[in-house]
């Protein structure tokens, strides 16, 4: 951790990072970084030539609460992602095949977990300390309408999805809360990726369809946390119920304006707690039960993205504007002129089953707005995490059988405020702000004796890096 934290201080005091790469994400810091001879990066050129690419991302977060959660503090956490990718047809003539593979370097520790104990963790990089397997698949092209990825793999970055919202920190903003805390272990998104077939399929022009079939626990079931069970990302479960996810995006130009509308929908084959009642049918906090949850067969999910160009300076490049309505929206998209985009995200699953039942969020990013930084951009984000009817009656329950005015959840809220600064090739830094409001729906503070007092609103200020080489 010291060594890690020495090389921080060195690239000019690197403390935290955005988990989009956003201007930099085709950039690589190795024409300048200090530690790495210009003999590696030469090599690594020469192996990417041959269909071998190798490469890595480093991402530091300082943050700390100066208000609210269950006690203040700040605390540092990094992400180290060594990344290989061998082009078949490149390196054995085997067209349109690729293999991908990935292994993250986890150290720190989170401010959800230590200080906040809110739902949508602050860091996207969040997670327990550990070295681990994250991605491992082979993906096939079949001309360019079809493409079949199978092995382990996340399926953060393509369901549920828009471009805007990977200017933004918080772990919501990545895989949604909704999914998060409904699915077993968070589903197959970091740390955790799944063993599981997607298939992708350009069905015209502007509508593309995605499908996917997932082990539906990343992590063997059992006590504690999931990340502690899955054995270093070596695990490769297939034994599980399965998880199947399937969403259509359809492309749009509104008034010379891009944008695009995905409907989708999961179901998961498994079994679940539910959210209020026990085996006998009697409420989990009735003391003449046994408290263990009743089981439900079957879950699922409805989800909807919208996202949308606002503004394009005139004189864009067409696919600068294209980009910036959702393709790949991001800093890139300002070499060419100013753009604004937004995005809108909602979901809905059962409430006697899952903790959340309905979700939404939005944001609006601004690219090139700053003079003399046409690659940096900033925004605005909020989202809102309903808690379930079903979990809600359980705190009405646990009122009623205990006497005790214990706080009734309802939802979490969250609004985060980021600037993103092109420093250099490759290094983005970006300061935020978040104000998390009731974290957990409202649960009593674990420092209150008497278990009655909510944790507090909680107000986040932050710092994050990546560097990409």
Do not use: C
Request: charged residues 20%.
């Amino acid at each position: 951790m010291r060594r890690v934290l020495a090389a921080y201080s060195v690239l000019a005091g690197l403390v935290m990072t955005s988990p989009a790469f956003a201007g930099a994400k085709d950039e690589t810091s190795a024409d300048w970084i200090p530690f790495v001879p210009p003999s590696v990066t030469k090599w690594r050129d020469e192996m990417a030539e041959k269909g071998l690419s190798l490469g890595w991302t480093y991402i530091g977060d300082t943050i700390g609460n100066v208000s609210g959660g269950f006690r203040q503090g700040a605390i540092y956490q990094g992400r180290l992602d060594v990344g290989l990718d061998a082009d078949l047809e490149k390196l054995t003539g085997w067209t349109g095949a690729r293999i991908h593979a990935n292994v993250f370097q986890i150290h720190g520790h989170g401010l959800t977990h230590s200080n906040i104990g809110n739902i949508a963790p602050v860091s996207e990089i969040e997670a327990l300390p550990d070295s681990r397997l994250y991605e491992l698949y082979l993906e096939q092209s079949f001309g360019e309408k079809f493409w079949l990825k199978v092995g382990q793999q996340a399926a953060d970055t393509e369901f549920f999805d828009s471009k805007t919202d990977d200017l933004f920190v918080n772990g919501t903003f990545g895989w949604p809360a909704i999914k998060a805390s409904n699915l077993p272990a968070g589903g197959p998104a970091p740390p955790i990726a799944v063993m599981g077939v997607r298939a992708k399929a350009q069905l015209a022009d502007n509508v593309t369809a995605f499908a996917a079939i997932f082990n539906g626990n990343p992590s063997r079931p059992g006590p504690g946390d999931p990340q502690l069970r899955d054995n270093h990302g070596l695990a490769f479960r297939v034994q599980d119920s399965p998880w199947l996810i399937g969403q259509v995006q359809f492309d749009y130009s509104l008034g010379g304006l891009p944008g695009n509308v995905t409907p989708g929908a999961w179901y998961h084959t498994g079994e679940f707690d539910d959210q209020r009642f026990s085996l006998e049918g009697l409420s989990r906090a009735d003391p003449a039960g046994s408290g263990i949850p009743r089981k439900l067969r079957g879950n699922y999910g409805i989800f909807g993205v919208l996202e949308q160009t606002l503004y394009s300076a005139p004189g864009s490049k067409d696919k600068a504007v294209q980009d910036a309505g959702g393709k790949d929206a991001g800093g890139k998209d300002a070499v060419n002129g100013k753009a604004v985009t937004a995005f809108l995200r909602a979901a809905y699953s059962p409430p006697d089953r899952n903790l959340i039942d309905f979700y939404v969020d939005s944001g609006i990013q601004f690219v090139g707005f700053v003079p003399g930084r046409p690659l940096d951009r900033f925004g605005t984000a909020v989202a809102y995490m309903g808690i379930s009817s079903a979990a809600r009656g359980l705190d009405r329950d646990t009122q009623i059988f205990t006497g005790k005015p214990t706080p009734l959840r309802s939802f979490e809220g969250l609004l985060e405020i980021i600037y993103e600064a092109h420093v250099r090739p490759g290094w983005l830094m970006a300061p935020y702000f978040q104000y998390i409001y009731r974290p957990s729906g409202g649960v009593p503070s674990p420092t209150d004796p008497l278990g009655i007092a909510r944790i507090g609103n909680a107000a986040v200020f932050g710092l994050t890096n990546t560097i990409k080489f």
